[in-house]
């Protein structure tokens, strides 16, 4: 089972290769391809630090205990009519993308998020609209 908090529900559909560091980007592959490979791949949805902020690296404030964070975590989990605590297939996930968000939510949910401006996340969101899952990653 793989632990994911709100927001990075978001960052694995866009989710293109880039990260802030090379342990982090190595630990977002992993996830990402398993999760792409294994649909069914059960996911508990936490508050707070998950598997991916494992790797985030430390120089300085801690950008997986900010606030603003744990904001944008609620509203993308609200968004999408889901609850911390709550397991489901990443399948499930993407198909609540499907029933209930749009590619311009990000513009709006994920306004300060550094990787915005590079538009791979509403690429994303139209992947999994048209059915095809998350990207490759090579």
Not at 68 to 94: H, P, S, T
């Amino acid at each position: 089972m793989v632990q994911l908090r709100g927001h990075h529900l978001f960052c694995l559909l866009g989710y293109r290769g880039m990260g802030y560091s090379k342990e982090y980007i190595e630990n977002m592959t992993k996830l990402h391809q398993t999760l792409r490979s294994h649909p069914e791949t059960l996911v508990e949805l936490v508050e707070g630090p998950d598997q991916l902020c494992e790797k985030y690296p430390n120089s300085g404030e801690y950008h997986c205990k900010n606030q603003n964070i744990y904001v944008r975590d609620a509203v993308i989990l609200e968004k999408m009519g889901l609850k911390i605590g709550e397991k489901l297939m990443w399948q499930e996930i993407e198909s609540r993308v499907k029933k209930f968000v749009v590619p311009s939510d990000i513009q709006t949910v994920c306004e300060t998020c550094n990787w915005k401006s590079y538009g791979v996340c509403e690429e994303g969101i139209q992947h999994i609209l048209e059915g095809k899952g998350l990207w490759e990653v090579k």
